[in-house]
């Protein structure tokens, strides 16, 4: 089945550092990518959508200039979280639907903790 | 705005029972739901989605039914084992945005 993954798995920063998170599709193309977050017992909520090619579109309250994001390829996704801030610490996950298939293909999560 | 309601929080069930979990949504009916598992500190993995025509949908011991009219889902998990503990996420697509989803239900199957 198609896979999804994010680089890295975890990762801890000193507040005020720049963190960049990986979203590789593996056996498919994905021309759109979604960046979610999720706070503990929360939900997930889509934060922004990774176009290749152009600019990415955010959901209303995510502050673009935080949130940088490059759809650089085909296959590759990245958010960099800047100036990271100890609320900026969440589980940030990516999802790539596929050509063809209704569902989305989930990335198994990057926890990041900023202290 | 679309709102999800996933009306458990948590569910206890013995093994062997059947669990029913309900996901009900406001303003208007999606073209397809989809429900997803979540393990602690994982990605949501993909389970069943059902379109707006079908009214069930089955895998395995997996069952999905959707009523337009009560604008709600349930998800039906028959003989459940401690393995499918789990939370479980029920989620809408909005058009070519991402999923729009609910805070989930964290199932216990108890032995």
């Known amino acids: 089945g198609a896979v999804v993954s994010q680089h890295p798995s975890w990762v801890i920063c000193k507040s005020g550092t720049s963190v960049k998170i990986e979203c590789r599709s593996l056996d498919f193309q994905a021309t759109t990518m979604f960046w979610y977050r999720q706070f503990p017992k929360q939900s997930l909520m889509l934060m922004a959508t990774?176009?290749?090619?152009?600019?990415?579109?955010?959901e209303q309250g995510v502050e673009k200039d935080k949130f940088l994001i490059n759809h650089a390829s085909l296959t590759l996704s990245t958010l960099t979280v800047t100036s990271a801030h100890p609320e900026d610490s969440s589980f940030y996950i990516c999802?790539?639907?596929?050509?063809?298939?209704?569902?989305?293909?989930f990335g198994p999560g990057t926890r990041l903790t900023v202290l | 705005s679309q709102k999800i309601e996933q009306n458990s929080e948590a569910l206890n069930i013995q093994e062997g029972k059947t669990a029913t979990l309900t996901c009900n949504y406001t303003n208007y009916s999606p073209a397809y739901l989809q429900w997803y598992r979540q393990d602690p500190g994982r990605g949501p993995v993909f389970l069943l989605l059902i379109r707006e025509n079908e009214k069930e949908k089955r895998k395995e011991r997996l069952k999905v039914t959707f009523d337009t009219t009560l604008k709600q889902s349930l998800f039906h998990i028959t003989a459940s084992q401690p393995a499918d503990s789990a939370t479980y996420l029920c989620?809408?697509?909005?058009?070519?945005?991402?999923?729009?989803f609910g805070k989930g239900t964290h199932l216990i199957i108890q032995p």
């Open positions: 989620a809408l697509e909005m058009s070519a945005d991402g999923l729009t």
């Open positions: 999802s790539a639907p596929r050509l063809g298939v209704d569902t989305q293909y």
């Open positions: 990774s176009n290749e090619g152009s600019k990415a579109t955010y």
